[in-house]
């Protein structure tokens, strides 16, 4: 009896350090790795690389903030809807049951099979050049799924009791979405975004064939119908994941190993503030409307 106890405890006590170790092995491999992009980025930062003039990244890293702003427009007016369809409005069936199923599909869709995709129904469909429209397109199919399926989560984590106050109070089932359930649950679905945008900054093989490996631009220009413009989004645009994978396969510039190493240094640097005021963002309007704190 003595000995079957004594050996759970050992199990117990070996199956305890087994998830220590992982859980150490895996915050030391993230604080080596993001250390040595982040001490390899910042040694080569300089002022040249951070202007937009020729050599610079100054225009790459607009292209990356304005293509991951579009993309989560396109993504949050499909995704954000389309969440509330299955959460609110369809009924359990196979109908539903076939949606979930092609949503959770194409969350495991390779990127470069949505960049061909983008590139065939964006670019020659329509007939128009490499644009950074049709690459936030692309990308917001990639986007999509995560947001559909947080929002789901969102609006049926929150208690019945605040579907049934609103319908004893006369609201109709709009209203109670709209004023209810949306606020309660914009903070969860904040989070799906933030993870969405996440992925933006990171795409490389969706943009390949859809936003174009080059970019000219000129921040003298403001006419937006103008392919000069920085705001027209039907014009080329190299995102900084491209001008990444542009160096380290061509290397056409002399100082091509310190612009990878500056480029992987800002996305880093861009996903962990874009993440850290969007939760502060959260934290706020959960706090506004929820009353949770």
Known sequence: MNSAVNAKKRMDHFMTMVFFAGAGLAVILLI???????????????????SFENGGLGNQLFNTLYLVFLALVFSSLLGVPAGIFLSEY???GK???????AVETLSSLPSI???????????????????LFAGALSVS???????????????QSLPDSYRQGSYGL???KWQTIWRILLPAAFPRIMTGLIMAAGRGFGEAAALMFTAGMSTDIHWDNWDVSSRLCPLNPFRPGETLTLHIWALRTEALEANANEQAAVCSAI??????SFSLA???????????????R
């Open 267 to 272: 996305l880093i640097v861009l996903v962990v």
């Open 95 to 101: 109908v539903v049951k076939a949606v979930r199923m």
């Open 90 to 92: 369809a009924r359990k």
């Open 32 to 50: 080596a790795f993001v250390g040595y992009v982040m001490i390899e980025g910042f040694g080569h930062m300089t002022a040249k690389i951070m």
């Open 278 to 292: 969007a939760r502060a963002l959260s934290y706020h309007l959960d706090k506004k409307m929820g009353g949770n």
């Open 113 to 131: 099979v949505v960049g061909l995709f983008g590139y065939l129904v964006f670019i020659v469909m329509t007939g128009s050049q490499w644009n």
């Open 141 to 155: 199919i990639l986007m999509l799924p995560l947001v559909t399926s947080v929002t789901v989560d969102a609006l």
């Open 170 to 172: 006369g609201a109709s």
